[in-house]
T-cell receptor, first 118, second 112 residues
């Protein structure tokens, strides 16, 4: 099946610093990638939709200047949490679509990145 | 926006029993539904999906049932095993291409 990786798997940083998380589709090309955030014992909340070569589309309430998304190629999207604060501590998960553009497609998820901001 | 929700947050079963996990959705425009399994500290794993032109789909040990009349989705796991213990999420997709809305999740615990 389609494999999606994330790096790093976990990160601890000081408040005020920026953290970059990578999401890669390993054996397929993904025109669309999605970024989710999940707090403990809660569901996944979509943060933004990332399309290769264009600006990301952010969900309501998600600060685009704080969560910078770059989708430079068909196999890589990055999420940068800028000026991280303790309330940004969460489990960040990406997913990649493995179908044809314009058709609903199955999303395959990465293993997640645990972020802890001290 | 509209959401997908689960009524039962936890489900405990004995090994070998069949499990049924339910999900209610509110967006009548949803036409694609997926069940995911998430183990602790990991990303969601695709289990099975179904489109709105179907009411039942079977996989290996799993069956998804869709009732569009009452906007209800269920996942049946046959002969549940301890390795099935995880959080199960339903997700739906409507008119926005590829965009998924997740339900709150059900914790399934399988006792040996």
């Amino acid at each position: 099946g389609a494999v999606v990786s994330q790096h790093p798997s976990w990160v601890i940083c000081k408040s005020g610093t920026s953290v970059k998380i990578e999401c890669r589709s390993l054996d397929f090309q993904a025109t669309t990638m999605f970024w989710y955030r999940q707090f403990p014992k809660q569901s996944l909340m979509l943060m933004a939709t990332s399309n290769e070569g264009s600006k990301a589309t952010y969900e309501q309430g998600v600060e685009k200047d704080k969560f910078l998304i770059n989708h430079a190629s068909l196999t890589l999207s990055t999420l940068t949490v800028t000026s991280a604060h303790p309330e940004d501590s969460s489990f960040y998960i990406c997913s990649a679509g493995a179908g044809t553009s314009g058709v609903q497609e199955t999303q395959y998820f990465g293993p997640g990145t645990r972020l802890l901001v001290l | 926006g509209e959401s997908v929700g689960l009524h039962l947050p936890t489900l405990s079963v004995q090994e070998g029993d069949n499990s049924i996990i339910n999900c209610a959705y509110s967006n009548s425009a949803s036409d694609y539904f997926i069940w995911y399994k998430q183990e602790s500290g990991k990303g969601p794993q695709f289990i099975i999906d179904i489109r709105s032109n179907m009411d039942k789909r079977q996989g290996q040990r799993v069956t998804v049932l869709l009732n569009k009349t009452v906007k209800h989705l269920s996942l049946q796991i046959a002969a549940t095993q301890p390795g099935d213990s995880a959080v199960y999420f339903c997700a739906e997709s409507g008119t926005s291409y590829g965009k998924l809305t997740f339900g709150q999740g059900t914790i399934l615990t399988v006792h040996p």
